[in-house]
């Protein structure tokens, strides 16, 4: 069964230090999609790619945050410096989009991150 | 700017119980609307609605979408404990295909 990898599942760090999170999108799916996940806040979306090139990331806070694809197998998001508020669960995604394509999204476990 | 609504954010029923969960939208270049259930972790795909009026259906749960309106239910008959979880709805647009969520409706079913 093909599936959305992400990793680490859980990750507990210290305010001002980094964070990377990795995801492998399914295989042949040419668009990922990086979300966070709060009680407060519900599933905003952060930013995404299509076929490694990011199509908008203006839901991403730009001093700290930064979302790259080096790629088609891997896409990753980076917190630097991480602060208490970036708490949360991060979801990627993936799908195949674009002219004559309209697939559902799928989901990755998230990494349940948590900054003290 | 573009929103998903969905109601109510929370419910508790009996098992047995039909429910019907409600979604709203209002966005610009609109492609889809996608409905997911989450329970503990990833959101799991249910159904995907392009056309009005054209019922999806799986097992007790079916989904229908008025593209007039701009809206869209979600329907769960003779529900189940195992029916507990999140119920979120979701809207891709024709721009960039980009998927914005709603808040999510926490549906309990107890026995």
């Known amino acids: 069964d093909a599936r959305v990898t992400q990793t680490p599942r859980h990750k507990v760090t210290e305010m001002g230090q980094e964070v990377t999170m990795r995801c492998q999108p399914i295989?042949?799916?040419?668009?990922v999609f990086w979300y966070r996940q709060t009680m407060m806040q519900g599933l905003e979306l952060l930013a995404y790619f299509r076929n490694r090139a990011p199509l908008d990331d203006s839901g991403m806070p730009k001093d700290r945050f930064s979302a790259e694809m080096p790629d088609a197998t891997l896409a990753t998001l980076k917190i630097q410096p991480s602060e208490p508020r970036d708490s949360a669960v991060y979801f990627c995604?993936?799908?195949?989009?674009?002219?004559?394509?309209?697939?559902?999204?799928?989901f990755g476990n998230g990494t349940r991150l948590t900054v003290t | 700017e573009d929103k998903v609504v969905q109601s109510p954010l929370s419910l508790v029923v009996h098992e047995g119980d039909t429910v019907t969960l409600n979604c709203s939208y209002e966005?610009?270049?609109?492609?889809?609307l996608l409905w997911y259930k989450q329970e503990k972790k990833a959101p799991t795909f249910l159904f995907m609605l392009?056309?009005?009026?054209i019922e999806k259906k799986s097992g007790r749960l079916s989904s229908i979408l008025d593209k007039k309106e701009l809206f869209s239910i979600l329907n769960i008959t003779a529900t189940q404990t195992g029916d507990s979880a999140v119920y979120l709805c979701a809207v891709q647009k024709t721009s960039y295909d980009k998927v914005i969520f709603g808040p999510g409706t926490s549906l309990s079913v107890i026995p």
């Open positions: 392009t056309s009005s009026g």
């Open positions: 995604a993936s799908g195949i989009t674009g002219a004559g394509y309209n697939s559902p999204l799928h």
């Open positions: 966005v610009t270049n609109f492609r889809s």
């Open positions: 295989l042949g799916h040419n668009t």
